[in-house]
């Protein structure tokens, strides 16, 4: 935020900026010059729409500033009640995008376009409901697909991409989001109340999605254009975190968690791995029912997580039956920066955090002596770490599994 005024966004990748109407006697140049110096701490290229109806010493105050000018696109808008409704024919059929279709909907997305917003950011953003992408699929072939963002706490869908113009896409989304069907997974969207969707096209090398649009109710309602900032140096080419969730990355590190590990899950079955050598086991009672502990203890491993791996080595965190997330740990926590996913203390779930190799990390258990243990594993961890548990934790109860004492 910068007085009320603006949004930013900081991806790790690149960034963005997003404002309403800006006030009266607004310092442009000053605004500006702000906005580029936190993007160039990140070192993220900066993204700024610009709209037809800002001022226009805001376009010069972002040219003084070596902002340089994209293409002009349309900005649509449609109410969705107003959608055609347009059934694929008898050999295809609609359903969500899912991991079998995956790589053929990214091809299809990278071939096509301009799109509003890529289908690679699309996907970066996480798996949450507010975010969907359908497919046109014929047998096992994708004929097409597109995306759309739910923006919660306003009325609009925004249409983010379709690699090809299929009317049958835009009824659907209207369905997706305004029906009163309240499946799991379009639960988030029929609760929304969303009644409008935007779309952004380019009519000199989009005529056709330009023309579909404009057929099927949407009228234009100003335009846009988005001004570029570089900073010097090369950017981060991948963000902070990943989320990962049913892809084969995130198969592949439970599988070999597993047997590596030989994890047993279960509420009466302690300690739940076989924990190796080296490693420490601790009761974790000492901090729980005090979420300042609890928030010191997360903080003192995620630390040394982050100290015990070479700077570029990315580490895993886990959650039984829940998201996980691969993640940079010098780059998540803090202002301006994704929050860091690695949790240390087992609060009713597993919480497990991992080198990619397996050589260290910690295992949380949620039922073992009754409010949980934590091992710590990995001899470059434990250096990190082993004190300040036993200052937070107390004596351990094992070492490399075995009871102390």
Do not use: K
């Not at 607004?26 to 700024?48: C, G, I, K, N």
């Not at 009824?171 to 109340?193: D, I, K, M």
């Not at 056709?208 to 099927?216: C, E, F, R, V």
């Amino acid at each position: 935020m910068d007085g009320g005024r603006l949004v930013r966004t900081h991806y790790g990748t690149h960034g963005v900026v997003d404002h309403g109407p800006l006030p009266s006697g607004t310092d442009l140049p000053a605004l500006v010059a702000r906005q580029r110096d936190r993007f160039e701490a990140h070192r993220e290229p900066a993204h700024w729409p610009v709209h037809a109806h800002d001022p226009p010493a805001l376009t010069r105050a972002l040219h003084a500033a070596g902002f340089v000018p994209g293409p002009e696109r349309s900005v649509l808008v449609a109410a969705l009640t107003d959608l055609p409704t347009a059934p694929p024919p008898p050999e295809e059929r609609l359903r969500e995008n899912d991991r079998v279709s995956a790589d053929a909907v990214r091809l299809l997305a990278a071939a096509s376009g301009p799109h509003r917003r890529s289908l690679t950011e699309h996907e970066a953003d996480g798996r949450a409901f507010e975010r969907r992408t359908l497919t046109l699929v014929r047998g096992a072939h994708v004929r097409a697909a597109s995306w759309a963002t739910l923006r919660t706490g306003t009325p609009f869908v925004v249409l983010e991409g379709m690699t090809a113009p299929r009317a049958e896409f835009l009824g659907e989304w209207a369905r997706h989001a305004s029906s009163g069907r309240v499946l799991p997974l379009w639960w988030v969207w029929t609760q929304a109340e969303a009644r409008l969707m935007a779309a952004e096209t380019d009519p000199a090398t989009q005529p056709d999605l330009h023309g579909l649009l404009l057929a099927s109710g949407f009228r234009e309602v100003t335009s846009v254009r988005t001004l570029t900032w570089a900073p010097p140096g090369a950017p981060a080419p991948v963000r902070p975190v990943t989320e990962l969730h049913d892809d084969p990355e995130h198969d592949d590190l439970w599988d070999r968690f597993t047997e590596r590990f030989f994890f047993t899950p279960s509420a009466t079955v302690f300690p739940g791995v076989v924990e190796p050598t080296p490693s420490v086991t601790w009761a974790a009672h000492a901090v729980a029912g005090s979420p300042d502990r609890v928030s010191e203890l997360n903080q003192v491993v995620r630390h040394a997580l982050a100290a015990s791996v070479p700077e570029g080595e990315h580490l895993y965190s886990l959650g039984w039956q829940h998201t996980g997330h691969r993640y940079d740990p010098r780059r998540v926590g803090g202002d301006e920066r994704p929050r860091h996913p690695a949790h240390a203390f087992p609060d009713g779930d597993y919480h497990i955090n991992l080198a990619g190799d397996l050589r260290l990390g910690t295992f949380g258990h949620p039922w073992e002596h009754d409010r949980g243990t934590l091992c710590v594993f990995g001899r470059e961890l434990l250096a990190e770490v082993e004190a300040d548990l036993n200052r937070l934790l107390g004596a351990p109860l094992r070492r490399d599994g075995q009871r102390i004492g």
